[in-house]
T-cell receptor, first 114, second 112 residues
Framework: DVKVTQSSRYLVKRTGEKVFLECVQDMDHENMFWYRQDPGLGLRLIYFSYDVKMKEKGDIPEGYSVSREKKERFSLILESASTNQTSMYLC?????????????FGPGTRLTVT | GEDVEQSLFLSVREGDSSVINCTYTDSSSTYLYWYKQEPGAGLQLLTYIFSNMDMKQDQRLTVLLNKKDKHLSLRIADTQTGDSAIYFCAESMISGTYKYIFGTGTRLKVLA
């Protein structure tokens, strides 16, 4: 089974702190994604990566950066956390089987910025 | 622009069928997906349908696709309390960037 793990389930940080969210997948997937989930807004893509050291902005990249130094690991960085970044963060990875682009998700990190 | 819409809530009685609806705007979608999110968990892929298909059945799940109206539905037969969750539809783009567009999610509540 595909396994996507995230470093923390719950995180509380102060405004202005630098925050690292880590995601690891064990299926040798090329693609990895970071989303945030907010009630009534569904999932919104922050960044994705299609290869080591490669990244592309998603729909809401402002205030975030990412790092992919190894194929299995994709990190989301909040350079200076703000209260409007309080949210559920979901990591996903995918391979191409046929052309179905199925994404597999981690359990999520609920981040609270006070 | 790209948009995927779902109703926010659905309530059904145990044993009844549930139908969760989704509309999308991008006619170039390649695949359309249904994901389930249980409380406190990530999303789990339930099923998907290729855009040249009209229907797909997988045990209690039936997916119907109306390309003309850009309407996707998920029917769950004999709904159980364990089916209570948020259900997301999503579409992937033909552009090859592997991006999904997710709907807002429908919270299904199954009454015993």
């Amino acid at each position: 089974d595909v396994k996507v793990t995230q470093s923390s389930r719950y995180l509380v940080k102060r405004t202005g702190e630098k925050v690292f969210l880590e995601c690891v997948q064990d299926m040798d997937h090329e693609n990895m994604f970071w989303y945030r989930q907010d009630p009534g807004l569904g999932l919104r893509l922050i960044y994705f990566s299609y290869d080591v050291k490669m990244k592309e902005k998603g729909d809401i990249p402002e205030g975030y950066s990412v790092s992919r130094e190894k194929k299995e690991r994709f990190s989301l960085i909040l350079e200076s956390a703000s209260t409007n970044q309080t949210s559920m963060y979901l990591c996903a990875s995918s391979f191409i089987r046929g052309h179905s682009y199925e994404q597999y998700f981690g359990p999520g990190t609920r981040l609270t910025v006070t | 622009g790209e948009d995927v819409e779902q109703s926010l809530f659905l309530s059904v009685r145990e044993g009844d069928s549930s139908v969760i609806n989704c509309t999308y705007t991008d006619s170039s979608s390649t695949y359309l997906y249904w994901y389930k999110q249980e409380p406190g968990a990530g999303l789990q892929l339930l099923t998907y349908i290729f855009s040249n298909m009209d229907m797909k059945q997988d045990q209690r799940l039936t997916v119907l696709l109306n390309k003309k109206d850009k309407h996707l539905s998920l029917r769950i037969a004999d709904t159980q309390t364990g089916d209570s969750a948020i259900y997301f539809c999503a579409e992937s783009m033909i552009s090859g960037t592997y991006k999904y567009i997710f709907g807002t999610g429908t919270r299904l509540k199954v009454l015993a």
